[in-house]
């Protein structure tokens, strides 16, 4: 069995692995080493119809190794850190908005929203 055919039993919503291109890979390939050369792993995500699922899915889940979506563990943390309030927020918080800025989103739209609630809110009290 491998690893996405385990995490599919543990996540039923995850049907998306069903169409991953590493599904019965060697899981060996995407948890490497450090130092271990990413291009193969990366060769595979990139011709795999669910890159982007996989990659929503680390992200969403806080997975820390490997390669997920052809991403390493070193960008998922950048994106993460940049995208990850928006990507929960996608849900229940219209993105962009001073919501989605006070749970934690800190991109330009939600930086520019919460600062124009902000003058809105000292226009008010000089008013």
Known sequence: MSLLDD????DPAASWMADAACRGLNSELFFLEKGESTAEAKAVCGACPVADACLAYALNNRIVFGIWGGKSEKTRK???????????????????????????????????ANSQYVRLLRHKAAG
Not at 94 to 104: F, K, M, V
Request: with cysteine; aromatic share 2%.
């Open 7 to 10: 995490l599919h039993l543990q």
């Open 78 to 112: 950048k994106l993460r850190r940049d995208l990850v309030p928006c990507l929960r927020g996608v849900t229940t918080v219209p993105h962009a908005t001073q919501l989605s800025y006070r749970r934690g989103c800190r991109c330009d739209g939600c930086r520019e």
